[in-house]
Every structure is written in C-alpha cells, then in structure tokens.
C-alpha cells in the first residue's frame, strides 16, 4: 500500500558489528530500517529518502520503498518487456520488419544485465534471441537445448525495466546497438534503424505504465547522421546500362530469362521484389510504341522463419503503400520489345508469372546476383570491373531514375513512377536535382524576361 505518512529518523550508532550505522524511517505504522558500514553512506541514503518526501512521493509500506524505487524492483524485467513488445508488434507487421526488430531487439538486451558472469557465447545468445525468443511464427523448429540454457540466463540477469530511468544504462544499450557483434563500429545506417526499435520499444513501457516517461529524451547523444544520397560515381550512364542487359543473354539460357528482369530495371525503374510478383496480364506491350506495367505488389525475400505460411518469401502490397495500392509505370518501346521475346522464348508459370526460378519458384538474390556478375565481366572496362561500378543490378534502377531527372521529368511524376515519396526521393537523388539547378534558372529568366512560360 502506498502512502504519504512517512518519517525519517536521525541516524543511530548501534557501536558494533560491520555495519553500526542505522538508518531508521516509518511508513504508516510499520517501522523499517538499514545498518551501513560507514556513517556517509547512512546519511547518503537518508538524503534520497528525504528527497523523495520533498518531491511528494508516495511509499511503500511494505517495502519502506519510494514509488519511484519500488518500480525499478516490481515492474518486470527489460527481457520481459522485449518479449512482450516484439509478440504485440509481430501480426501487424512485414516480415522483413519482424526480422529487423528482433535483430534489433537481440542487439541490445545483453547489454541490459545485471552482470556477465556465467554468460552464454556471445552469437549463441545473438541466435537465441533473434531467432527465438523474439520470433513467434508458428513454422519454428524445435528449441535446441543451449538456446534454452542461453535464455534462462538472460532471463535471470536482466534489469529491472525500471533501472531504464538510470543514464548510465540507457547508454549501455545505446553503447551496444552502435557497433557489431565483433566490436566494431556498425553502419550508421544500421546504428540508427536500431535506435529506432529501441525508441518504440521505450514508449510501450511508457504506454504500459512501466516508465513514467521515455528516458531516451534525456540522454545527451546524438544518433549518427546518414548519408542516403547515391554516389554516382558508380551508377551506369543508360548506353552501359543497356549493354549489362543485352551481355545477360551471351552468359547463359539463365542469363536469357534474366535479360527481361534486368531490363526491368533499367527502364522501368522497378525493384527486384516487385518484379517477383510481376505478371502477365500486368503488361501492356503492343506491338509499336509505349506500353504498361502495373505493379500491384511485391514478394521481398526475408526467410521463412519470419513469414506467417512459412514461404522464403513474403506476399506483400507495393513498398510503404496500402496492400490494394498499384502503380502504373510508362515502359518505352525497348523494354516492350524486351519482355514480348521473353514471353515468347520462355512463356510464363502457370500463376501468370514472368520471371521465376528453375524449378517455378521465386527468382533468388542470388541467383540474379551471379549473373550479374558475369554480365560486368562482359560489358564493362577491367577498371570498371575491378570498382565498385554497377556492381549490383539495382544499381539499373538508379540509372533509370536518375536518368528521368536528368531528362528534365517533374520531380513529382518521377516519385510516382518509382514508387518512391517526393521527400525520399530529393534524399537519394540530390545531387542529380541540384545540377538541374542552372536549368531550372534560365527557365526563369526566361520568363522574367517576359518571353513567356517555358513549355
């Protein structure tokens, strides 16, 4: 029971024993007390105890406690809390973000225990936490005896939730999320995305009353900043875009049915997961002139373990758009050529899809990967091959939106055919954007000129 009826008595020398100084103090009618080895230590404690009557809180008659302290010993533990955050968020969420927020989640409570005596191997416990502890897909193999043993360890070392108010822990888990599992520093962009999970995961202790307020706004320090913009140094003008697409059929009769997705890529400006869920009946492709694609969703590779039917990969709505959410994307004559001879050399599954692995099913990273490879082997310089350059094939879609910049495209139909916001795109793209600049001003002189709107 909590109460306002608090006394504090004057400290008492008991004259022996290892600890002769008593602290004395009554909360409603029950009388509580301490011994401490040195008198500074006694009036130590006789000053927070004090200070909590000044503030106007409430104690604790059992416990002899001030609420604030009574909290950080009975509502639970940072594991518990975790768990019990990552179970709440995983039905409403993708299973690329289950994934990351369990990575996350799994980065950071190991730094929130009491000690590391006894302490399991550090990727032991990474594993144990990611893949089980925060995961609950009904599709997960039975738990092996030393992830158990792993958990029962965390589970009897980890803080109190209510220690989270102390900075010094907060910057332990701040400590941990901003580097790896080897001690090095992580990404920033990694460092940041954590940050996030960690922030959220705070609030829902706030939102369940285990905190009164989230102790990260507290804390002097500064997530590092990210550097989204592309550099450009590495992206292909279109002529070599083109001649990495065309090289995919000399590799092999996989890199034939590969020319297509690439060259998806290239003019379309689509990702890898949408064109996995690409169909048939979603391309308009006459015989002369532009056609179509619609793009009506994605199928993200994140692994099993993290889908809800137990897939490798996950059916899903269009990026950060409502799952009955299409975009329709403008495809110029070249690529309406392109996927006319991919559907009539390899025809399409029996779902109605244009690209799939050997055996029907999802076209891999991988495997796209490889052949990519080869294709730069193919069609590019050995100082380009030996760079950074083009070296993945998402870097044709980066072609393609940069190069509708470049083209003078509004920036606004630009986001749309992408699929991309305006705000992610003036991100990525700045630098393209801003070498429009000197354009973008003779266009206005023109018209301060009075030489009319330009067309």
């Known amino acids: 029971m909590l109460t306002f009826d608090v006394q504090i008595y004057k400290l008492r020398d008991l004259g022996r024993g290892r600890k002769p100084h008593q602290l004395r103090w009554r909360v409603g009618e029950k009388p509580h007390s301490r011994t401490f080895a040195t008198k500074t230590l006694a009036d130590g404690r006789r000053s927070e105890l004090m200070t909590a009557i000044k503030r106007g809180e409430q104690f604790d008659t059992d416990s002899g406690l ?3 302290e009574l909290r950080k010993h009975t509502e639970g533990t940072w594991f518990e809390h975790a768990v019990k955050f990552a179970e709440v968020k995983w039905k409403g969420s993708s299973a690329k973000s289950r994934a990351a927020r369990a990575d996350a989640l799994a980065t950071i409570t190991p730094a929130l225990v009491t000690d590391h005596r006894g302490a399991p191997d550090k990727r032991l416990l990474r594993t144990a936490l990611s893949c089980w502890a925060f995961n609950f897909s009904e599709h997960l193999p039975e738990q092996p005896g030393e992830v158990a043993e792993a958990l029962a360890w965390l589970a009897r070392k980890s803080v109190q939730i209510g220690q989270l108010e102390d900075s010094d822990t907060i910057r332990r888990a701040l ?10 520093t992580a990404a920033d962009n990694t460092t940041t995305r954590k940050r996030m999970v960690f922030n959220n995961a705070l609030n829902y202790a706030v939102e369940r ?9 507290f804390i002097d320090w500064t997530p590092p900043e990210t550097d989204d913009e592309i550099d450009f140094r590495w992206v292909p003008n279109p002529q070599v875009g083109r001649a990495l697409v065309e090289a995919a059929a000399q590799v092999s009769v ?13 003019y379309a400006a689509t990702r890898p997961a949408e064109l996995n869920h690409l169909r048939e009946a979603d391309c308009t492709l006459p015989k002369s002139g532009w056609g179509q694609l619609l793009l009506a969703g994605s199928s993200p590779r994140v692994g099993s373990r993290w889908t809800d039917d137990g897939q490798s990969h996950e059916k899903r709505g269009l990026k950060r758009r409502a799952r009955s959410t299409t975009r329709p994307v403008p495809i110029p004559p070249v690529l309406v050529r392109l996927l006319r001879e991919h559907i009539a050399e390899f025809g399409v599954a029996s779902d109605g899809r244009l690209f799939r692995a050997a055996e029907g099913g999802v076209v891999l990273t991988k495997e796209t990967a490889e052949v990519w490879k080869a294709c730069r082997k193919l ?36 986001a749309r055919r992408a699929g991309h916001s305006i705000a992610v795109l003036l991100r ?28």
Not at 209 to 217: I, V
Not at 254 to 266: E, I
Not at 381 to 408: C, K, M, N
Request: glycine residues 8%; hydrophobic residues 40%.
């Open 66 to 68: 001030p609420a604030s």
């Open 175 to 184: 400590d941990a999320l901003s580097r790896l599992l080897n001690g090095k």
């Open 209 to 217: 009353r285990k905190l009164p307020a989230n102790p990260l706004q």
């Open 254 to 266: 996989r890199g034939r049915h590969l020319r297509a997705f690439y060259g998806c890529m290239l």
């Open 379 to 414: 069609a590019l310089t050995p100082e380009q091959i030996a760079s950074p350059f083009a070296d993945v094939p998402y870097s044709a879609r980066h072609t393609a939106v940069s190069g509708w910049l470049t083209a003078g495209v509004d920036k606004a139909e630009v």
């Open 428 to 455: 990525f793209y700045a630098k393209v954007i801003n070498d429009r600049e000197d354009h973008s001003n003779a266009l206005i002189e023109r018209f301060l000129n009075g030489d009319g709107l330009a067309e």
